[in-house]
């Protein structure tokens, strides 16, 4: 096929390094978080801070307090972004930038806590270093951290016996932030710098190029805020183009690395949450639904690129597998980095990354989301099981009655509805239709649709990823993708939350001879359908009128 410059066999030494690299770490770095989020002893940095804030590390908090956590200390990370980009100019190592306008300082103060990092401008030429470090690379630690934390209290709703209590989130996005995130983001930027990403406070500097002219090339901090952009399935990149710019990821090799940092954290989650329920084998079914889908969306995006037989936008130092696979990864995963231009993939192949998101980003998703994500679908799959048997549907002990059942269908519908009711009204609104077509959409007809499209569902997924030809630093796009990326990171909080409450709750029911094993083949099969079903049914219609049309056009 045309386009594998990087040949087969390097494709395939690719995926066996991955897998091997992500197979040595499953256990340990698994084991090792299950142990952060289950320990007693604090450490004296933690300590310090709980007594600076005021929290009793042992104290067990409802599902409302932690919920109340969550959102007070996101919605108060949002002002501070917002604030560092508009007072940008009376800070150190501002390079000279202004302040941010009023309607991107809001765009990406949202971005960046919501673990999007959507970016409607050029990062190199808007942002000085203060607000890079004190605003975004803060965030995208502790928006990480957010997820994760999130995650756990599902996980110990499972876990619990009529406790009514599901952890303390003060403590959870400390010891996230502390013991995992800030460690393994060290070792990820010595790494990279080893590997030619820049890591240096030098502003713009002149050059001379080879032709005789002069050109000014910006440098930064880079390497710290890639590693943890990267290991925090953020994604926002310190350049304009992201990963496929050669200070952020100069090599095929890099590339590879960077692949297994956005990786590292979530196909090690389902570990953590089979030791922390008492049965690893629920781990490997999870990590195994994960895979399976994984793998069969890189298969399909790599084929499809392969057969339209075309380079254009993709980087000839990672090749087209080096691309897609990256590409894959990232819109799998919520990081919304890119090494290649996805607005120039081919029809069928963009829509690949479209469905990775829109199957709600669980294989394996972002650090944290991507776990609560896949456990409330399988709360989805284990309740239609029942109901073809005519039983009681149980999971890891804990009864399925209405209200988890309410709880999980709206975690569900939550973000299609984001993403279809923005698209919709960007189009049937006669104003705003015309001032998109005139001032955001590059390509109009079935692309222009698919671009905004694209943008709504990056958005309402978290996942930040673009298709470039849309231009999205306008009044209605700045608003619109906002509330669709704070809506669409806090309200499935809600609901997954009230879900870990209402578990916790509960007592142990035994497992019987009518019990579903969820820990076998079968219901990876049965888990990887209900998520292919939920998207399918809820996502076609609009597909068939973007990507789907103009592939077949």
């Known amino acids: 096929m045309a386009g594998w410059g990087d040949g087969a066999w390097f494709a395939v030494a690719q995926v066996a390094t991955l897998v091997l690299l992500l197979g040595v770490a499953y256990r340990p770095l698994g084991d090792y978080m299950a142990r952060v989020f289950t320990s007693d002893r604090d450490l004296g940095v933690e300590r310090g801070v709980y007594r600076l804030i005021g929290v009793d590390p042992r104290s067990g908090q409802s599902w409302p307090a932690y919920l109340r956590g969550v959102l007070a200390f996101s919605v108060v990370g949002i002002v501070i972004v917002y604030g560092l980009q508009r007072l940008q100019q009376f800070l150190p190592y501002a390079l000279g930038l202004p302040a941010v306008p009023e309607g991107t300082a809001f765009n990406t103060a949202v971005s960046f806590v919501t673990n999007t990092n959507w970016q409607s401008y050029s990062p190199e030429v808007t942002l000085g270093y203060s607000v890079q470090a004190l605003g975004l690379v803060v965030q995208n630690f502790v928006s990480a951290a ?27 996005l400390l010891r996230a932030t502390v013991r995992i995130l800030l460690p393994l983001s060290l070792i990820a930027a010595v790494v990279l710098i080893a590997g030619g990403v820049i890591q240096n406070l030098n502003g713009f500097q002149d050059v001379h190029t080879l032709a005789g002219a002069t050109q000014s090339l910006p440098g930064g901090p880079v390497a710290s805020q890639e590693a943890i952009k990267l290991l925090g399935t953020n994604g926002g990149g310190f350049f304009n183009v992201n990963s496929a710019h050669p200070f952020e990821n100069p090599t095929a090799w890099t590339n590879l690395v960077e692949v297994l940092l956005m990786l590292l954290i979530p196909f090690s989650l389902p570990r953590t949450f089979g030791t922390m329920v008492g049965d690893r084998r629920q781990g490997y079914a999870i990590l195994g639904t994960m895979a399976l889908l994984f793998t069969v969306s890189l298969v399909a995006m790599t084929l499809l690129e392969a057969s339209a037989g075309t380079m254009e936008g993709k980087e000839t ?147 930040g990823s673009a298709f470039a030809g849309l231009t999205a630093a306008t009044p209605w796009l700045n608003t619109a993708l906002g509330a669709a990326m704070f809506l669409g990171r806090f309200v499935p909080i809600v609901f997954v939350l009230a879900l870990a409450g209402s578990l916790a709750a509960q007592g142990h029911v035994p497992a019987t001879a009518g019990t579903l094993p969820t820990h076998r083949p079968q219901f990876v099969g049965l888990l990887a359908g209900t998520i292919i079903l939920v998207s399918a049914l809820t996502y076609f219609p609009v597909l068939a009128l973007g990507p789907l049309a103009e592939g077949l056009n």
């Open 146 to 172: 957010v997820g994760i934390a999130v995650a756990i209290a599902l996980v110990r709703g499972f876990a619990s016996r009529s406790t009514g209590t599901i952890g303390n989130f003060w403590v959870d």
């Open 317 to 463: 130092v990672f090749g087209l597998f080096g691309s897609t696979l990256f590409d894959t990864t990232s819109t799998t995963t919520s990081t919304g980095a890119v090494n290649s231009m996805l607005d120039s993939y081919s029809p069928l192949g963009g829509m690949m990354a479209l469905i990775n998101m829109m199957l709600g980003e669980l294989v394996p998703g972002g650090v944290g989301s991507g776990l609560y994500g896949i456990l409330v679908i399988a709360v989805i799959a284990v309740f239609i099981a029942g109901l073809m048997v005519g039983r009681t549907p149980e999971y890891l002990g804990k009864k399925l009655g209405t209200r988890e059942i309410k709880l999980a269908s709206l975690y569900i519908l939550t973000t299609p509805a984001i993403v279809l009711l923005g698209t919709g009204l960007t189009f049937a609104i006669p104003a705003i239709r015309a001032d998109v077509e005139k001032t955001s959409i590059l390509n109009p007809g079935l692309h222009g649709f698919t671009e905004v499209l694209y943008a709504f569902t990056s958005a309402g997924n978290n996942n």
